[in-house]
């Protein structure tokens, strides 16, 4: 499966910022949790969202009411919605996808650039 992210930019601090990820693959998507990750410039990469495929959206402690993960099964497409943006958000963000069912694999998309000015 392909994953590509976009939404990605520069944007003032304080502002909001949509990310989209689309997935090529529905046998995928359907059967994935899906989640967003992100790597800032020397730093690891880490766990921002994720939507389990049979339980609830989990965040990281930084992001918790500030980022809203969403899931369209029915277009494949999976958002982060970022708002009260700060400048440690700077980042490379990244789709993922962790299939669950009928065998595991794990799936990443190129990773779309989100800048937050102060």
């Known amino acids: 499966v392909q994953l590509q992210a976009s939404g990605g930019g520069l944007v003032q601090a304080g502002g909001s910022r949509r990310l989209s990820c689309a997935a090529s693959d529905n046998a995928i998507f359907s059967v994935s949790d899906m989640g967003w990750y992100r790597q800032a410039p020397g730093k690891q990469r880490e766990l921002v969202a994720i939507?389990?495929?049979?339980?609830?959206?989990q965040y990281a402690d930084s992001v918790k009411g500030r980022f809203w993960i969403s899931r369209d099964n029915g277009r494949n497409l999976v958002y982060l919605q970022m708002n009260s943006l700060k400048p440690e958000d700077t980042a490379v963000y990244y789709c993922?996808?962790?299939?669950?069912?009928?065998?595991?694999?794990?799936?990443w998309g190129p990773g779309t650039q989100v800048t937050v000015s102060s």
């Open positions: 993922n996808a962790k299939k669950i069912i009928s065998g595991k694999a794990e799936y």
């Open positions: 939507w389990p495929l049979s339980s609830s959206p």
